[in-house]
């Protein structure tokens, strides 16, 4: 398994600012993803964080929205633009550790106002 | 749309007693995951079972898989209130495609 920390774990926000999620893994891995979970649901994939490329956009998520940066293989950010209260969510990464087992990261608990 | 989808959608059990929640989903798979999620936090990977797998053990869990009836079920014995947490099956994963997750349960375990 893989240990991964995210940052913050929490925030509150202000409508139209924009917020960054770090996830940190303490060991390289070949892929890197951003799930949303908004309140009461279950998990979304927003997007695949390639390293060295532009990230992987599920449909109904664009780049502009939810620009990601993946500069390496252990690190990867993900930012919430001009944010609305819809935006209010849990932001969570995971890894893919072997082949077939996402781990992941302890989520982001994001609150727009 | 959502692969797995799950009842009960909420379960309200004394300690001790056994859970189990059943996942169904739509397409042919290679694996099927169940992840724990505690007080809105973050994932807990539970267990794996892949596609020619029919039942698996780990401690208390005991996940079943019936590919002909496209449907899991989780079953967690002996439980406890530390057990208190929302259960989601997803499928796929595997070699980096998407997980596509269930609705998921809440299991409330009152002491």
């Known amino acids: 398994s893989a240990v991964i920390s995210q940052k913050p774990s929490r925030d509150i926000c202000q409508r139209g600012t924009s917020l960054t999620i770090q996830c940190q893994v303490d060991?390289?891995?070949?892929?890197m993803f951003w799930y949303r979970q908004q309140p009461g649901q279950s998990l979304t994939l927003i997007a695949t964080?390639?390293?060295?490329?532009?990230?992987?956009?599920e449909s109904g998520f664009v780049i502009d929205k939810f620009p990601i940066s993946r500069p390496n293989l252990t690190f990867s950010t993900l930012t919430v633009s001009n944010m609305s209260p819809e935006d209010s969510s849990i932001y969570l990464c995971?890894?893919?550790?072997?082949?077939?087992?996402?781990?992941f990261g302890p989520g982001t608990r994001l609150l727009v106002l | 749309s959502q692969q797995g989808e799950e009842d009960p959608q909420a379960l309200s059990i004394q300690e001790g007693e056994n859970a189990t929640m059943n996942c169904s989903y739509k397409?042919?798979?290679?694996?099927l995951q169940w992840y724990r999620q505690n007080s809105g936090r973050g994932l807990v990977h539970l267990i794996l079972?892949?596609?020619?797998?029919r039942e698996k053990h780990s401690g208390r869990l005991r996940v079943t898989l019936d590919t002909s009836k496209k449907s899991s079920s989780l079953l967690i014995t002996a439980s406890r209130a530390a057990d208190t947490a929302s259960y989601f099956c997803?499928?796929?994963?595997?070699?980096?495609?998407?997980?596509?997750f269930g609705a998921g349960t809440i299991l409330r375990v009152k002491s």
């Open positions: 079972i892949r596609s020619n797998e």
């Open positions: 060991s390289q891995v070949t892929m």
């Open positions: 995971s890894v893919l550790a072997g082949v077939e087992t996402q781990y």
């Open positions: 997803a499928t796929g994963g595997e070699y980096g495609n998407k997980l596509v």
């Open positions: 397409t042919s798979i290679n694996n």
């Open positions: 964080a390639n390293q060295g490329s532009e990230a992987t956009y």
